[in-house]
């Protein structure tokens, strides 16, 4: 493989900084993090590639058309993959202002600097702008409710986005597509199922379970809990964006799951059973971790089931997740029982694990 220059937006978030880690043990590859720091970027959790030589950190905000333009021109890069993105659903309903910013005119701005680049390229450079590739990452919840119990979310499912911030991801890949036909930019969108794993911000359900555990703090299931989602190991999902970045065609949507449907309840109590098996030492007076999961109101709007069908990717770049959910999910609760030192200084910050998306 010839020597590649990738940008990565967003790569000191959860799976971004995954896929900055992954990517940067191909020594092949120049890797550049392109991260504004929000209060989900953690460069703590690229410490151990930090000092790689094939690889460069710039802080910069997406919405910023001028700066992008000077990076792509200074670092030439062959690959985009963006990922930059506010991402979760609760703050999403308390303040979606910032999402439309982010995700929508963000990625507006990018796909402007990356299409000028790009059309220099055809000039200069007719070879590398044949090989060049804006992979934007996406999720599934663009696809709203599944409504039969045996239907799967596919590549043509039609968009119908029930959050503010999934309506916004919507957008951004309809801005994607049209980029992609309007001005021929080669452009690839993939949709992701529920992403979990280590180094993951301590809002999202999984880590919120596991630290709130811990403490002897209440684990609070919204309504009835029995909500499904499909999980995905966040390393399983980084090999598969890096495949498709590489080896995927110009123009397509890849659906990438994890094969893994479970309740919101079932995982909540899986976490639970974990911590009974690897950290029996309970908070002062608490018998049993289950006795910790606290039913509260539902989300409004709340998506009851998603589910990935992921056979086109597997069939057409051969990607299948290496992880099941048990052996993800333990590996997982084991790397925040490890790691107190980095979720400490997180929750060191503005979020304390309170409730979000009330409203």
Same mark, same amino acid.
């Given at each position: 493989m010839k020597d590649l220059t990738i940008f990565v937006t967003g790569g000191a978030?959860? #799976?971004?900084?995954?896929?900055?880690?992954?990517?940067?043990?191909?020594?092949?590859?120049?890797v550049v993090n #392109?991260?504004?720091?929000?209060?989900?970027?953690?460069?703590?959790?690229?410490?151990? #590639?930090d000092r790689n030589s094939n690889y460069h950190f710039i802080q910069a905000d997406i919405g910023d058309g001028a700066r992008m333009a000077q990076i792509f021109a200074e670092f030439q890069p062959d690959i985009v993959m963006h990922l930059a993105a506010e991402s979760h659903v609760d703050r999403s309903i308390d303040g979606p202002s910032t999402f439309i910013e982010t995700n929508i005119v963000g990625t507006y701005q990018l796909l402007e600097a990356a299409r000028h680049y790009w059309s220099q390229l055809t000039t200069s450079d007719p070879e590398k702008a044949t090989g060049f590739r804006f992979h934007h990452i996406s999720t599934d919840e663009v696809y709203g409710d599944l409504e039969g119990p045996d239907d799967l979310f596919t590549e043509t499912t039609p968009y119908a986005p029930s959050s503010p911030y999934s309506a916004s991801k919507a957008s951004s890949d309809h801005l994607v597509r049209a980029w992609g036909r309007t001005?021929?930019?080669?452009?690839?969108?993939?949709?992701?199922?529920?992403?979990? !794993?280590?180094?993951?911000?301590p809002e999202k359900l999984i880590p919120l379970m596991i630290l709130?555990?811990?403490?002897g703090k209440p684990l609070p299931v919204y309504g009835d809990?029995?909500?499904?989602?499909?999980?995905?190991? /966040?390393?399983?999902?980084?090999?598969?964006? #890096?495949? /498709?970045?590489?080896? !995927?065609?110009? !123009?397509?949507?890849?659906?990438?799951? !994890?094969?893994n449907e479970k309740q919101n309840i079932e995982v909540v109590r899986t976490v639970c059973a974990l911590l009974e098996e690897l950290a029996p030492g309970k908070p002062q007076g608490l018998k049993k971790y289950?006795?910790?999961?606290?039913?509260?109101k539902d989300r409004p709007g709340h998506d009851v089931r998603y589910a990935i069908d992921a056979t086109k990717i597997q069939r057409e770049l051969g990607w299948m997740p290496e992880e099941t959910f048990e052996t993800g999910l333990r590996k997982t609760v084991k790397w925040y029982l490890d790691n107190e030192d980095w979720w400490r200084r997180?929750?060191?910050?503005?979020?304390?694990?309170?409730?979000?998306?009330t409203k």
């Open positions: 978030g959860f #799976i971004g900084s995954a896929v900055v880690r992954e990517l940067v043990r191909r020594t092949e590859i120049r #392109i991260d504004k720091l929000t209060y989900a970027g953690n460069l703590e959790s690229l410490a151990e #590639i001005y021929g930019l080669p452009v690839q969108v993939t949709n992701c199922s529920n992403n979990y !794993g280590p180094y993951h911000f709130n555990a811990l403490a809990g029995k909500q499904i989602r499909d999980w995905l190991y /966040v390393e399983d999902h980084a090999r598969a964006l #890096i495949k /498709v970045a590489m080896e !995927g065609r110009v !123009g397509e949507t890849y659906n990438i799951g !994890g094969h289950v006795d910790l999961i606290t039913y509260v997180v929750l060191d910050g503005s979020y304390q694990g309170e409730r979000l998306g």
